[in-house]
Structure formats: structure tokens, C-alpha cells
């Protein structure tokens, strides 16, 4: 009765969500690497980080923005995740708009991940082989973490080469998308206040204070 | 004198329906009303269930509530064996009966997940995501007050599964049982704690994002993980 009733629809959400914070652990980068590869390499490195990294364990909010902003950020598309977020109400924004929401939606998602940052220490990945041909520029690589006592979660990360270099545009967690979840947010405030409402309202909740560290 | 309480009664779908107008999202018609069950569901959550939750994870030690996760996700592994039959997916019943018979004779009465350790992964099947398999849609989606969010179909598969417990069959002695659906609820909340947390940080809405996260969740589910259809671009 109590997973029957009470527990299993927490436990549903919370499989994932838990998860959707390392998991922006995985989007690295060298020129040449092949999207998996590139994948493997950053969220080792990060992981490697957030093992060691004293500053990063006592949950120092300032060493865990700056190990986001330098390892992970780079290696994401921002603009292409905001858009997609964003949905139609994109193509009607203004350039400097469209600036406006790409920025706010970074900082909304790097503190985001700071603050579930130091709750992964004991994540072991596994990484999925991927086969894609030389010429593709669009890729889904396919992690899954390993939990003692759970199932295992996957985080799939959609890639895209742009320039030379593939950048990650959404993450998906135990098959939540974070660009889909964001499209149903995204949409209620532009239906309410138009662009610069959705602007607004991401601008408001990065000002915000951040909740406190769950123990 | 029952034309007032028809009155009212119409009244009141009034307000639903324009209120369901108004945010039009197909998945959740009853919107206003949900949301309203999450107002109920804050403050009672808030005021009661989570603080006990945040105990629990404050003063037990961890082999404790680790033990009490694994026992009650022992259960679990038994509804998935269930469901993996009425699904027809007779290997994975294999993989899951076999979790359950090591971890109830080797883990201690389920009390330790040896079976994950050995690497046989834990499946993940229930009776919403079987009527799902079978091509049951989802349907409006509900906010139950200190359940949590589910739809329809998905809470119709969970009133089966209460009256399906596994439990009660090995515990037959009431108010026992009914001491370990209490732990059991505390556990799961419990486990939500830490994904909570990350939605408050990442909302804007939390009831929005709560519904869309729970709706991907299970429609992922029961499409055990093959990919969803493609998304558009703007």
C-alpha cells in the first residue's frame, strides 16, 4: 500500500530529477573528439572533480559554478537548447530578445546544477557504444548510471556538430527531456506576458536566493 | 429546492471548464482543479509529511533507512514480476523473479540488495505501465494531495496494486502492516527529498514542471526506454 499508493509517483519523478543533476556532467570537449567520446571525457573529468576537489565536497557554490561554467558549459549548444525550450514564441523575438533568454536560461541551469552538484560523489557511468557515420552531424549518446539499491538511470544526451566541434542541445534523464520539460514552462509565461514575460520571469528566478543544500 | 445545488453545481463546472480553457494543455483538462490539489497537497506536505520525511533522513542512520529502502523495493520487485507476465516479457520476469529469491533467502528478508551488486539490475514494472503496454492512454492527469502527481490510468494501476499488496500477504497482522505502510510512506518520501529540491531550483513553475517531468517519466517507461518521437523545432 505505501508504494502502492504513496510512493511510487514520488519515486517516479524522483529517479529522474535526481539524476538530470550529474548529468549535465557529460559534454566536453577537444575539437576531434567523436560526440561519445567526448562525453566520456568530460563527465570523467567532472566526476574526477567532484570526488577530489575539497572545495567542491563542502559544497562551496562559487568552486561548483566555476568547475560548471569552465568543464561543462563549453559543451553545450545554449542558444539551440533555449530555442527548442522556447518553442515558436522564438522566432518572433527579437534578436537581442532571443540574447536576453539564452543568457538567463544558462545561469537558470547552471545553478541549477551547482546547487545538486555535490550529491554525486559515488555515481559510477556507464557509457553506451555509439555508431554513427563519419558524416553525421547529429548524434544521441546514451549513459546510464549505476545505483546500488535502484534501477539504473539513463541520461541520453542530444548532440549536434556545429563547426567542428559536437555540443549537447538537450538531456534526458530516465527519458525526462529538460528542453521538453522547459517547453511547457517557457510556453505558460509567454502566453501570459508575451517574450519579455518569459524574460522577466527567468531574470526573477535567478535573482532569487538558491534553496539551501539538501543534506 | 434542488434547483439551487444544480445551480451551484453548474456554477462551479463553469468556472472548471473556462479555467481549462484558458491553459488548454490536452494532458491535464482539470487543471484548475489539480492546482488546487496542490495547494492542498503544499501545505499538508509542508506542515507535516516532509518534516517527518527530513527527520527520518536527519536521525536515522543511513544503513537503517538503506535497509528499509531495499525492503520495501524487495515489494516492488515483486509487482514488477507481476506485471512483466501480464506484459508477456517473460525475460525480464526471469531476471526480476530471481532478484526477489536472492535478496529475500541471501539479503536478509530483502534488507540488503545483493542482487543489484551481483549486477542483476533492478527492472521497473507496475500496473499502470502494463495497461499502458497494452495501449490504455494515459488520461487526465490527477494531483492527488500527499500522493503526489498520476494520471488516470497510472491511478488506476496503483489502486490495483494496493489491493494486489505483496505485503499483505507476508504480513497478515493489521496494525503491524499497517506500522510498515507508515515507514514505507516516510521512506518514499524520503527519497524524494533530494529531487525536490533540485525542481525548486530549477522552476519556474513547479506544478507545470512537475506535471510534464511525471507525463515524459511514464510514457518512458512503458516504452521501456526506446526513444521518444522527434521534437521540433521552432
Known amino acids: 500500500m505505501r508504494c502502492a499508493l504513496s510512493a511510487v509517483p514520488l519515486r517516479v519523478v524522483r529517479a529522474p530529477l535526481v539524476a538530470l543533476a550529474l548529468l549535465l556532467g557529460a559534454a566536453g570537449v577537444h575539437a576531434q573528439d567523436a560526440p561519445d567520446a567526448l562525453v566520456k571525457r568530460v563527465s570523467e573529468e567532472v566526476l574526477q572533480i567532484v570526488k577530489t576537489d575539497p572545495k567542491v565536497q563542502a559544497g562551496d557554490r562559487d ?21 527548442l525550450a522556447v518553442g515558436r514564441a522564438w522566432r518572433t523575438a527579437t534578436p537581442e530578445q532571443q540574447k536576453q533568454l539564452t543568457d538567463q536560461f544558462r ?7 551547482s546547487n545538486a552538484f555535490v550529491q554525486y560523489r559515488d555515481q559510477q557511468i556507464v557509457y553506451k557504444p555509439l555508431r554513427i557515420d563519419a558524416a553525421a552531424s547529429e548524434a544521441t549518446v546514451r549513459t546510464e548510471i ?27 534523464v530516465g527519458g525526462v527531456s529538460l528542453v521538453t520539460n522547459y517547453r ?4 505558460q509565461q509567454v502566453q501570459a506576458g508575451g517574450v519579455d514575460g518569459l524574460v522577466k520571469a527567468l531574470t526573477a528566478k535567478n535573482a532569487g536566493p538558491p534553496p539551501p543544500p539538501v543534506k | 429546492m434542488t ?21 488548454a494543455s490536452k494532458d491535464d483538462p482539470f487543471e484548475p482543479f489539480n492546482r488546487a490539489m496542490y495547494d492542498v497537497h503544499q501545505v499538508v506536505d509542508g506542515k507535516v509529511v516532509k518534516p517527518i520525511a527530513q527527520a ?15 525492503f520495501f523495493g524487495n515489494f516492488d520487485d515483486v509487482v514488477s514480476v507481476f506485471n512483466d507476465f501480464l506484459q508477456g516479457k517473460l525475460d525480464k520476469a526471469g531476471n526480476d523473479m530471481g532478484r526477489v529469491m ?25 500496473f499502470g505501465q502494463t495497461f499502458g503496454f497494452w495501449g490504455i492512454p494515459q488520461g487526465p492527469y490527477v494531483f492527488v494531495p500527499v500522493l503526489g502527481p498520476t494520471t488516470v490510468r497510472d491511478g488506476t494501476g496503483l489502486v490495483v496494486r494496493a489491493y494486489a499488496s505483496p505485503l499483505s500477504y507476508v504480513i497478515t497482522d493489521v496494525p503491524v502492516r499497517n506500522i510498515f505502510y507508515a515507514v514505507g510512506f516516510v521512506d518514499a518520501r524520503a527519497q524524494a527529498l533530494q529531487a525536490e529540491s533540485f525542481v ?18 511514464r510514457e518512458y517507461l512503458v516504452r521501456d526506454g526506446q526513444p521518444a518521437p522527434e521534437k521540433e523545432e521552432p
Not at chain 1, 162 to 172: L, P
Not at chain 2, 4 to 23: N, Q
Open chain 1, 63 to 83: 568552486r561548483i559554478r566555476d568547475v560548471i561554467d569552465s568543464k561543462l558549459a563549453p559543451h553545450f549548444d545554449f542558444e539551440r537548447m533555449t530555442s
Open chain 2, 56 to 70: 527520518y533522513v536527519d536521525y536515522t542512520p543511513k544503513i537503517i533507512q538503506r535497509g528499509v529502502m531495499n
Open chain 2, 200 to 217: 525548486d531550483q530549477a522552476a519556474l513553475d513547479r506544478y507545470t514542471f512537475i506535471r510534464r517531468a511525471y507525463l515524459q517519466r
Open chain 1, 184 to 187: 511547457d514552462e517557457f510556453g
Open chain 2, 3 to 23: 434547483r439551487i445545488p444544480l445551480r451551484v453545481a453548474t456554477l462551479a463546472a463553469g468556472v472548471l471548464l473556462s479555467g481549462c480553457a484558458a491553459v
Open chain 2, 102 to 126: 536472492i535478496n529475500s533467502f541471501f539479503g536478509i528478508g530483502g534488507l540488503i540488495d545483493i542482487a543489484s551488486d551481483a549486477g542483476i539490475e533492478k527492472g521497473n514494472e507496475d
Open chain 1, 146 to 172: 549505476v545505483r546500488s539499491g535502484g534501477a539504473p538511470v539513463q541520461i541520453d544526451y542530444s548532440m549536434a556538430k556545429k563547426g567542428s566541434e559536437w555540443k549537447a542541445y538537450d538531456v534526458i
Open chain 1, 107 to 113: 545561469t537558470l541551469l547552471s545553478r541549477t546544477y
